[in-house]
């Protein structure tokens, strides 16, 4: 039975800075950070695969780094220089096989999620 669990959410201001964790009960090639508002759909954030090969969502480059720790099952997310507008449910995913190009802004392709961590800025 797979589970992944996040933690490290909370409120921040403007500025400021926080890091998310997902500890997942296996190894996974392809993992990936979502976040959710309310009223708006499930958006991806970064993607890395193998622990190495990182992608992220435009909004994001340059303030959001994915990190994961293979030996640890881990995923990290550090977040700087936060926004009011990353306000938002953060869930972490893990997919069966590598996703490449497009494909890994689907939610649909990831067969794992976590119940998400909160992440009000203000």
């Known amino acids: 039975h797979v589970q992944l669990v996040e933690s490290g959410g909370g409120s921040a201001r403007a500025g400021g800075s926080l890091t998310l964790y997902c500890a997942a009960s296996r190894f996974f090639p392809c993992m990936a950070w979502f976040r959710q508002a309310p009223g708006k759909e499930r958006e991806r954030v970064a993607r890395?695969?193998?622990?190495?090969?990182?992608l992220y969502h435009d909004s994001v480059k340059g303030r959001f780094t994915i990190s994961q720790d293979n030996a640890k099952n881990m995923l990290y997310l550090q977040m700087n220089s936060l926004q009011p507008e990353d306000t938002a449910m953060y869930y972490c995913?893990?997919?069966?096989?590598?996703?490449?190009?497009?494909?890994?802004?689907?939610?649909?392709?990831?067969?794992?999620w976590g119940l998400g961590t909160q992440v009000t800025v203000s």
């Open positions: 995913a893990a997919a069966p096989a590598v996703l490449y190009g497009g494909t890994w802004s689907r939610p649909d392709n990831y067969g794992s």
């Open positions: 890395i695969i193998k622990g190495v090969t990182t």
